[in-house]
Every structure is written in structure tokens, then in C-alpha cells.
């Protein structure tokens, strides 16, 4: 396949799947609960934490989650008690339990009353044509207070040979346009031309039929070869065409 054959059949594809109906299946529906930026960002990084696995599992798992914070995360983030970190226990979603959970709520206090919000963290350390290094530096900020070690697997580092996957499909939520109903495109201080596709298993098994991927494992390395190509094809928003190569994989069985 020539390089303007791939282009308009992944832009066709793109066009397919960048669409409302998509949500009704997909975790991304759990922050479009939401109105207020906080609620929308909090709900999103949350959500995305627990996003692997059975999709059907996530949403319910997260749906769980938002109700244990009473359905409004920045207030419940920023005016917790003990006790109300305490009726978190229970949650569990695979590896990412209560214990996981009442940190990632008192970090994201943190983040908020000290750092400006999640937003400000990524914009101060971004790059011109990657936030793979803001990522890696939000994890530093993220884990400044007394944690279990354990906790630490569940925020990627790219600089460590990660694909994180799931904080590069909350930055896509929160930067990529939103004038087709999908992402939300309230994180103006970034661009979406600086974004990485989130590579999983579907995605990454797409890319290497279609060529735009040669390396066989899902790391960093992986990442990066991708952005280059998917940059070639579009370089000022290169991460649309993850909805194109999660459809053609989850929907269609390319």
C-alpha cells in the first residue's frame, strides 16, 4: 500500500470511529458524565488508571469508582476526610486496589492545592514535539509523598522503557479537539501534534500489518517508531488515527 493509499484508508477509518457512537462502549463515556474541567480531568486520569482489560469491567469498575466519590472527584479530592478515604478499601479493579486508590486521592490533593492541577504539571515539563518526558516528570510529582512502592507500576514512565498506554490515552482525551463529541479539548497550554498514540496489543498488532511498525515488543522504542510514521501522515494531529487502529483491531479483526 502506497503512502497516500494508507493515508485515506486510515483517514476513512479515522472518520468511522471518531464518533459519539464509539463512546457507548468505551471508558471514555465515564468522564463525559461530567461538566466541570476538574470533575472531567479527575474522572479521566482515574479512569484511564484502571483501563486495561475487559472493557465492559472498566466501565463498570469506574463507574463504581466516581459513585465511592460521590460523583463530584475534584470536590471529594480536595475536601476528603479520613473516613471518607476509608470506605475506599474495598475498591479493587485487577492489581489497582483500595489502598492504590486512597493514594492516587491524596496525591491528587496534593497536585491540586500545590501544584496547580494536573494540567500545570504536564505543561511546565513539555516538549516541543513529545510530552513523553512531562509524562515521566509527572510521575516524579505525582509519588513526592509517602507511598507504598507498589502503587508506583500503576503511573507508566516512558524514560524507563514504557509505552504508557493509558496516560497517553488521557492526555489524547484531554488535549485532541473536541468538536466531534469525543475527546474534550480543555488542556489548551498543549498541542495535539505533541501527543502519543496510546499502543496496546490492538493498536500495535494494526500498525505492524499495516507497516508503521516493525518492532515486535510494545515499549517506549515501539512508541516512539510509531509517532514518527503516524506523524508522517498527519503531523499536526497525529494521535487521530488511534481511533483507525484501535477500530480496525477491536471491531473489525484486521
Same mark, same amino acid.
Given at each position: 500500500m502506497t503512502k497516500t493509499a494508507l493515508k485515506t484508508f486510515l483517514d476513512e477509518k479515522v472518520e468511522q470511529y471518531n464518533? %459519539?457512537? !464509539? &463512546?457507548?462502549?468505551? %471508558? &471514555?463515556?465515564? %468522564?463525559?458524565?461530567f461538566t466541570k474541567k476538574e470533575d472531567i480531568e479527575i474522572s479521566g486520569f482515574l479512569t484511564a488508571t484502571i483501563?486495561?482489560?475487559? =472493557?465492559?469491567s472498566i466501565i463498570n469498575n469506574a463507574s463504581r469508582l466516581m459513585e465511592l466519590l460521590d460523583n463530584t472527584p475534584y470536590? !471529594?479530592? &480536595?475536601?476528603?476526610?479520613?473516613?471518607?478515604?476509608? =470506605?475506599?478499601?474495598p475498591f479493587v479493579h485487577r492489581t489497582f486496589n483500595g489502598h492504590d486508590l486512597q493514594y492516587f486521592i491524596k496525591s491528587l490533593q496534593n497536585i491540586y492545592q500545590n501544584h496547580n492541577g494536573l494540567e500545570a504539571i504536564f505543561v511546565q515539563h513539555q516538549d516541543t514535539d513529545s510530552l513523553q518526558s512531562a509524562i515521566s516528570n509527572f510521575k516524579k510529582y505525582f509519588f513526592e509523598m509517602p507511598h507504598e512502592i507498589r502503587t508506583m507500576k500503576h503511573v507508566s514512565d516512558p524514560l524507563k522503557g514504557s509505552a504508557a498506554k493509558r496516560i497517553n490515552m488521557f492526555l489524547r482525551w484531554?488535549? =485532541?479537539?473536541?468538536?466531534t463529541g469525543v475527546d474534550f479539548g480543555i488542556w489548551r497550554g498543549l498541542k495535539p501534534s505533541q501527543l502519543s498514540c496510546p499502543l496496546d496489543v490492538h493498536s500495535g498488532n494494526v500498525a505492524r500489518k499495516l507497516k508503521l511498525l516493525k518492532r515486535k515488543q510494545n515499549d517506549a522504542k515501539a512508541l516512539a517508531e510509531l509517532d514518527k510514521n503516524l506523524r508522517k501522515l498527519d503531523p499536526m494531529d497525529p494521535v487521530k488515527y488511534d481511533f483507525a487502529l484501535f477500530g480496525l483491531g477491536v471491531f473489525e479483526k484486521f
Open positions: 464518533h %459519539p457512537k !464509539f &463512546l457507548e462502549d468505551d %471508558p &471514555l463515556q465515564i %468522564p463525559h458524565r483501563a486495561w482489560g475487559n =472493557r465492559k470536590d !471529594f479530592v &480536595l475536601n476528603h476526610s479520613e473516613s471518607d478515604l476509608n =470506605r475506599l478499601e484531554m488535549v =485532541r479537539d473536541k468538536s
